[in-house]
């Protein structure tokens, strides 16, 4: 079982900036895909970024394109996440998330945006953004 924790989250100005950073257990972490998921009060767990295994791929919503950056160091077993330009929008209970099926592989370095492909699943932290 692989055990995540996420910190970084706070309130901040409107176009101010926050960084997240996602701890995760266990010895086969590089070989995970790793994403952010955020969920705001009465709506959806909705899609943000992910990271493939090797860092080499990414991935966005539209909403954070240009905005967010996605990141790891799979030496420190964590991933980040970079906020710049904060809206009132981005307010929400952030979640980092974890898909192990990939297995370290080039031929397969990549991530998904589904919520359904990751097995595991931080506390989350939240974030607030004022206008």
């Known amino acids: 079982q692989v055990q995540l924790v996420e910190s970084g989250g706070g309130l901040v100005q409107a176009g101010g900036s926050l960084r997240l950073a996602c701890a995760a257990s266990g010895r086969t972490f590089s070989s995970y895909a790793m994403g952010w998921f955020r969920q705001a009060p009465g709506k959806e767990r909705e899609f943000v970024a992910a990271?493939?295994?090797?860092?080499?791929?990414?991935y966005s919503a539209d909403s954070v394109k240009g905005r967010f950056t996605i990141s790891r160091d799979n030496a420190k077993n964590t991933m980040y996440l970079q906020m710049n330009s904060l809206k009132p929008e981005d307010t929400a209970v952030y979640y980092c998330?974890?898909?192990?099926?990939?297995?370290?592989?080039?031929?397969?370095?990549?991530?998904?945006?589904?919520?359904?492909?990751?097995?595991?699943w931080g506390q989350g932290t939240q974030v607030t953004v004022s206008s």
């Open positions: 990271i493939s295994w090797s860092g080499g791929n990414t």
């Open positions: 998330a974890a898909d192990p099926s990939y297995g370290s592989s080039w031929l397969n370095d990549r991530a998904s945006r589904a919520r359904s492909d990751y097995d595991y």
